[in-house]
């Protein structure tokens, strides 16, 4: 049986406001959506990891919707492309909180699905 994507669903609490994140992962690429109360698109960027031969390149990212949470949005798809080595998408949709106030919430997210995602495969393995 071939493998699907693999979902995985996260929140956490700060500041009496319910930050989430969904993650999911294909065969060559990631997509994160965080967001802020409920799952929600937002600003959304591509980020394209660094060639393994190419000295001094660094992952390129572009956004494809939105504008509001551009470096929030850049930042982490980047961040993503060059942990995972794949082509990495990343939402992030605020409603009350500014980028800046949010990138920790977000960040401490982010380590928690790829966390995740590396022990589902460590199991799937056995």
């Known amino acids: 049986m071939e493998k699907r994507a693999n979902v995985i669903k996260e929140a956490i609490t700060e500041q009496e406001t319910r930050f989430l994140a969904v993650y999911i992962e294909t065969k060559n690429s990631v997509l994160i959506m965080l967001s802020e109360k ?8 591509i980020a394209v990891p660094k060639p393994s031969d190419e000295v001094g390149f660094v992952a390129s990212s572009s956004v494809l919707v939105g504008n509001k949470n551009e470096i929030s949005s850049r930042m982490f798809s980047e961040y993503v492309a060059a942990r995972k080595g794949k082509i990495a998408m990343v939402s992030v949709y605020l ?12 960040k ?4 928690r699905v790829l966390h995740e995602d590396k022990e589902k495969s460590a199991t799937e393995k056995i």
């Open 95 to 106: 409603e009350t909180f500014t980028e800046i106030q949010a990138q920790a919430f977000f």
């Open 108 to 111: 401490r997210l982010i380590e």
């Open 38 to 45: 409920e799952d929600k698109l937002g600003t959304l960027a």
